[in-house]
T-cell receptor, first 114, second 115 residues
């Protein structure tokens, strides 16, 4: 099976712009989660989608949004970018809804905001 | 609420020596515990998990972890470290009522294995 893929791998944007990141989960996985990884804050949970519905949301401002399509692919959007949004954004998929299942992570999209 | 603490930012060991990366957790109820490893410019890779049963869990690449309920700990161990084990290690926790997609991660521990 192909792993979790994320596009693009690298992005450079300026303050005030918006950005859309894409994630394709492992085939058959219906849960897709997004995390923000920064040196100072570690891994912070953004949100999780399951069968096109947002199931969980972390403590991020409304500038961060996402969606999931019927084929389980997910997109994350950040509007009005700030310097502090520079981070590695990781997508993870999980096969089942049960909480004991591990997550499979993509390589991430490194976003730099200038 | 759930939380994870990895008390050491950095662990240094010599190749061939045993290694331990520490993790303590807090959840309301029974925990599901996970260890992941991250190599430079890569996503996280799953190493092992504790769900129930035997307190000693064996995982990938010779790693194992011991669940200790009284000490609320889930330390990662390996009997003989390799230079290739050098990476960033994350402990994660969920409780039974948390969906698979929402994990709480520790801040990570950088393991350096020197030849």
């Amino acid at each position: 099976k192909a792993g979790v893929t994320q596009t693009p791998r690298y992005l450079i944007k300026t303050r005030g712009q918006q950005v859309t990141l894409s994630c394709s989960p492992i085939s058959g996985h219906r849960s897709v989660s997004w995390y923000q990884q920064t040196p100072g804050q570690g891994l912070q949970f953004l949100f999780e989608y399951f069968s096109e519905t947002q199931r969980n949301k972390g403590n991020f401002p409304g500038r961060f949004s996402g969606r999931q399509f019927s084929n389980s692919r997910s997109e994350m959007n950040v509007s009005t970018l700030e310097l502090g949004d520079s981070a590695l954004y990781l997508c993870a998929s999980s096969g089942l809804a049960d909480s004991y299942n591990e997550q499979f992570f993509g390589p991430g999209t490194r976003l730099t905001v200038l | 609420a759930q939380s994870v603490a990895q008390p050491e930012d950095q662990v240094n060991v010599a190749e061939g020596n045993p290694l331990t990366v520490k993790c303590t957790y807090s959840v309301s109820g029974n925990p599901y515990l996970f260890w992941y490893v991250q190599y430079p410019n890569r996503g996280l890779q799953f190493l092992l998990k504790y769900i129930t049963g035997d307190n000693l869990v064996k995982g990938s690449y010779g790693f194992e972890a011991e669940f200790n309920k009284s000490q609320t700990s889930f330390h990662l161990k390996k009997p003989s470290a390799l230079v290739s084990d050098s990476a960033l290690y994350f402990c994660a926790v969920r409780d039974k009522n948390t969906n698979a997609g929402k994990s709480t991660f520790g801040d990570g521990t950088t393991l350096t294995v020197k030849p």
